[in-house]
């Protein structure tokens, strides 16, 4: 009999993996940092993350690799730089530079290890960044001959605009999501999917894209999650006014305009404040907004903040309004309810798959004049019923303790390493997100 407590050692693929970056390579970081409780874990990364790595700590050669594929990503990147047509925007074009410039750096993984791995020496290969589902694996099939179990995932992106937001999407210049949905039909990613023993889809749009022949090797699992340690304020309960912030790149799809117009009457009335966190391109078009709608002395725009000091805004509020058409995993939810704070947001990819009916207020989805009306009404309500969103954000902040923590997460895969090697049965992480998928 297999020994079930045996510390499975695993191979820990993240090519984005930086403490002191934000999105996917602090996924990449926080997760394969959570995992050294439950796992003996060695890191492969790209070597843009070796300084990053080696100032947290960590010790080159024992505890990460850093492999060099430089020579290739980084004219790549240049280039779909390029094409984007400015910071923020063409997100799909990045994606298509670094699915060209990824399959080096699984040649490079595979000639550094694959003498390791032949010899038994990893229990499991783990690749967890890219996020992205459109970017196969060379490292799947060439495990699955030498018997290693090879794992994929959170995945999570692609999720379709919302038609009636296609002046959104060509703003965002998203030209390629169009074709989006050609990757399927590349023999790369069956190949990949076809060798995964186990894939971890972030998203029900995600696992809807998986085939059906392999819903067997399918485990749902929300990418995001957070560290208590660096979210250590609370929302204020004081309920004397109603208090709201937008957290978030200023552009298009995240929808700061609609919030703005949305909550425009209470503004004007005084029963509301507003704080808009972040930067992008639609930042002067949003304080010109403002000054339309004559709001000015209850909407302040911070600007881009340091991520450890977004916390100090937040805790003024009590609510997170994101009204975002087309949100992927939803960290910034996850964050906010870590604090307390009740989200309200738009019933639509991501976020409403990491909230319940008690921790958020979801909008439903619909053209812009109807999601402006949805937020206005929720605001409103709140504005009216102060001690709503102190109850709420006190339910959101204890799902996240329970269920959204990086330690949580931790052994949640913990418990899919001990599927894939035979020791237990396979785990229903979220049922909630398995009865829809």
Known sequence: MPNVEQRPRVLLIAEAANPEWVSVPLIGWSLSQALLDVADVHLVTQIRNREALLRAGLVEGRDFTAIDSEALARPLYKIGDRLRGGAGKGWTIIQLANALAYPLFERLIWKKFS??????EWDIVHRITPLSPTISSSLAQKCARIGVPFILGPLNG????????????RREREWLSYVRSAYQALPGRRRTLRNAAAILTGSRHTASEIPKALHDRRVMLPENA??????????????SQLRACFIGRMVPYKGPDMLIEAAAPLLREGRMHLDMIGDGPLLPELKALAEALQVTQAVTFHGWLEHRHVQDVAATCSVMALPSIREFGGGVVVEAMAMGLLPVIVDYAGPPELVTSDTAVKVPLASREGIVAGFRSALTDLAEAPDTATRMGTAARARVEQHLTWAAKAHQ??????WVLGRKPKPILFPELENHS
Not at 158 to 169: C, L, M, N, Y
Not at 229 to 234: M, Q
Not at 413 to 418: E, G, L, N, P, T
């Open 226 to 239: 957070v560290d208590p340690s660096r979210f250590t304020k609370r929302a204020a309960t004081d309920g």
């Open 115 to 120: 003498r390791s791995l032949k010899a038994g």
């Open 158 to 169: 692609g999720v379709p605009w919302p038609k009636s937001f296609d002046a959104e999407r």
């Open 413 to 418: 895969i913990r418990a899919v390493y001990d």
